[in-house]
Each structure stands twice: as C-alpha cells, then as structure tokens.
C-alpha cells in the first residue's frame, strides 16, 4: 500500500485525501492550524458553481466539476450543489469580452442564453430596482449555474477521507519536505514521516515548501472580502427568486441569493484586496471595500441595505490565473496543486487528479495548460491577466 502524505487540507487537500484514500492509499493528512480554518479560501457557506468560462478547455473541465461532486453527493448521502441559475451580466463596453465566453460556450455545445436588459429585469424584478441593469447591459444565462458551500463540503470531505481510513493531523505545520530518493520526508516538529509520495495543497504557504527545494512561483496573495447585507425584502432575493449574479467588468463584483444562514444578500469585489502576508494579514474588514460594494449593489438592485456583516479570505493568484496542477520537476513524487482564486467548485475534480498523479497513473491532456514549466506561470504579475 501507497503511502501518501497531503499538506493543507482545505478544499482541494481534503478532496485529495478523500480520493486517496477511497483508491485505497495510507493517507496521512496535515493541517497547520484546526481543521475548518478560517485563515484561508475554503471557509464560508457559497462559491459559484458554473459552466461559463473564458476558455473552451474551462468550460470542458466545468463539465468534470459537476461530475465529481455529483460523485461525493452519491457517496455521502448529501447534497452539495444547489441550483440557482447565473447570469454574467455585460455592461456596454465592458472590460471582459462576452465574446470569449460565448464562443466557448458554443464550442462546446453546452446552452445558454443571450438576454438583454430588459429580459434580465423581466425574470428578475429585483434588479429592476437599480440602474445598472439598463436596456443595453446584456447578459449569459446559464440554467446550471449554483451554489457549492465551501464549509460544510470541505468538512465532508474531510469525514469521507476518515471513513476510508484517512489520517488527519491538524495543528501540526510541515516545516519542510525532503527527497530521498524516490521517497519524501515529511518534516514536522515531531520529527520526520517518510511517504511515498506527497501532495502539496497549500495555497498561499505554497513558496515556503518550494524554495528549500530550489524552486518557487510568482504568487499575488490578496485579502479580499465578503458582505451579507441586510435588507427588509430579503424574500426578494431567495433561491428561484434571484440568480448568482456576475458583473463582467472592471472591477468586476459577483454575488449570490439568499443562502445559508446569514440572513443578508451576499456580494464581493472580485480581486479588489490589497496584496499580504498570509501569516500577519488583517481579519478585520476594510470599510472602503465595503462602501465601494454597498455602492454597487445599490446599483444593481436599489437602495435599502443595512451595514453589513462582512468576512475576509485570501485569494493566491497565478501570473496567469491558470491553475498549478503537476508533479515538481526532478522530484515526480511530490504534486502540488493551486486553484488561483477560483478552483473551490473544480475541487473534487482537483481531488481526483491528485490522486492519480501521486499514485503514478497517467493522467489527461487536460492537465497540459497547468504544467509547472509553463513559462506563464512565471512571469511577473500583472494585474491585468486576473480580469477574465
């Protein structure tokens, strides 16, 4: 039997665990602070699950993504996605090109539609009550967009890995890892674990275990933040009511209907946090931020919010806001994996390849784009490629 250490387990290392361990690897689980964390990106109760992205190659991954967690909802018992439907909404002159999503779309034969302003205040009242949405603003619906809640999935992954007989270690950091040979000590202040292999899921920690081995990655690491914001109307906004929402320009903003148990409309600024240290950054949030989100919420949907009840998280960006999923060059026994802001609702899939790749099996071309050795991936950051 494989034995396979994963470092951090959040989204994506817990969904590695889990496929490990299912595929019937010794797994041996590391986690730096307590499971459940809010330090990193996979807290909270709602992340976008879409098929719509700027690439035909996402587009196809999204297809996966539903698959795999359709598979941890068949093998818990429990649902995970939640049906909303989504629009991205397209201002006149908008920063992001419709084009590139709807031709990926068509590529892939996967439906939508093409609504205009109108139609989008028709289906959805409620954003007839601001201005944003105007006559010429158009929008991609897609039916199969919803809702993944990165807590409680997270935490469900956490219990299947267990169940198939996973080992999850928190509150104990991994200092370092170490080659030997075709083997790798997992270094911890309890001395050394020797493995078979190692997966590398640790997001914005990722360049302090890489650099010791000669090797690093352009990283942006962002706070950013959440609101909820209360509103008398609330009724308005609910699932079948009111759709996960996009606005596809710069700055960009996204947000969801009523969901989980904050009672308030959520929304965000997508990649509008100031860069930090993932060890010193600030949790209390940032009043301009809030202001500038209350602002356009107020746009898109009327005035009527109350202050708001807001959380933080971080965001680890590639130079190209590609995902890293590969084995290290020199060292094919230890895989690291990134989701560059936007991987929670591929995790299960994430989880699946991490599996494969640290077991030895072949993997698909799929993987080809998020190659460590791709020169995108090092090049300096530059904002500019995170506006997709």
């Known amino acids: 039997?494989?034995?396979?250490?994963?470092?951090?387990?959040?989204?994506?290392?817990?969904?590695?665990?889990?496929?490990?361990?299912?595929?019937?690897?010794?797994?041996?689980?590391?986690?730096?602070?307590?499971?459940?964390?809010?330090?990193?990106?996979?807290?909270?109760?709602?992340?976008?699950?879409?098929?719509?992205?700027?690439?035909?190659?996402?587009?196809?991954?999204?297809?996966?993504?539903?698959?795999?967690?359709?598979?941890?909802?068949?093998?818990?018992?429990?649902?995970?996605?939640?049906?909303?439907?989504?629009?991205?909404?397209?201002?006149?002159?908008?920063?992001?090109?419709?084009?590139?999503?709807?031709?990926?779309?068509?590529?892939?034969?996967?439906?939508?539609?093409?609504?205009?302003?109108?139609?989008?205040?028709?289906?959805?009242?409620?954003?007839?009550?601001?201005?944003?949405?105007?006559?010429?603003?158009?929008?991609?619906?897609?039916?199969?967009?919803?809702?993944?809640?990165?807590?409680?999935?997270?935490?469900?992954?956490?219990?299947l890995a267990r169940e198939h007989g996973a080992q999850l270690r928190e509150r104990t950091p991994v200092r370092g890892i170490r080659p030997v040979g075709g083997e790798v000590d997992v270094i911890t202040d309890e001395g050394a674990t020797r493995v078979g292999a190692v997966v590398l899921t640790v997001d914005a920690w990722a360049n302090r275990l890489l650099q010791p081995l000669g090797l690093q990655v352009p990283l942006a690491v962002t706070r950013e933040q959440v609101s909820y914001f209360p509103r008398p109307d609330l009724e308005r906004f609910g699932v079948g009511r009111f759709p996960v929402w996009i606005w596809m320009d710069d700055p960009s903003f996204y947000g969801f209907p009523v969901f989980g148990p904050v009672a308030g409309l959520k929304g965000s600024e997508d990649c509008g946090g100031p860069p930090v240290h993932p060890d010193t950054r600030s949790f209390e949030p940032d009043p301009k931020m809030e202001a500038r989100l209350q602002a356009f919420m107020e746009g898109l949907v009327g005035p009527g919010f109350g202050a708001p009840a807001t959380t933080t998280c971080l965001y680890t960006l590639t130079a190209d806001r590609d995902f890293l999923l590969d084995r290290l060059p020199e060292h094919p026994q230890v895989c690291i994996a990134l989701g560059a802001a936007h991987g929670f609702k591929f995790a299960a899939w994430f989880g699946e390849q991490l599996a494969a790749l640290a077991l030895g099996q072949s993997t698909g071309p799929e993987l080809a784009p998020f190659a460590f050795s791709r020169p995108s991936l090092h090049e300096p950051i530059d904002r500019s490629a995170w506006l997709v």
């Open 1 to 159: 039997m494989t034995t396979v250490a994963v470092v951090g387990l959040g989204g994506l290392g817990s969904a590695a665990a889990y496929s490990l361990a299912r595929r019937g690897a010794d797994v041996i689980g590391f986690e730096q602070f307590e499971l459940g964390h809010v330090r990193g990106a996979s807290h909270d109760h709602s992340r976008i699950i879409r098929r719509s992205y700027h690439t035909p190659h996402y587009v196809r991954l999204t297809a996966d993504a539903y698959r795999a967690w359709r598979d941890v909802e068949n093998h818990s018992g429990q649902q995970v996605i939640t049906t909303t439907g989504g629009i991205d909404l397209f201002p006149r002159d908008a920063a992001i090109d419709h084009g590139t999503y709807t031709s990926s779309l068509d590529s892939e034969r996967v439906a939508y539609e093409w609504l205009d302003g109108a139609e989008v205040r028709r289906r959805w009242p409620a954003f007839a009550g601001g201005h944003l949405v105007a006559d010429d603003v158009m929008a991609i619906h897609s039916p199969d967009t919803g809702i993944v809640p990165p807590n409680r999935s997270t935490t469900l992954l956490q219990q």
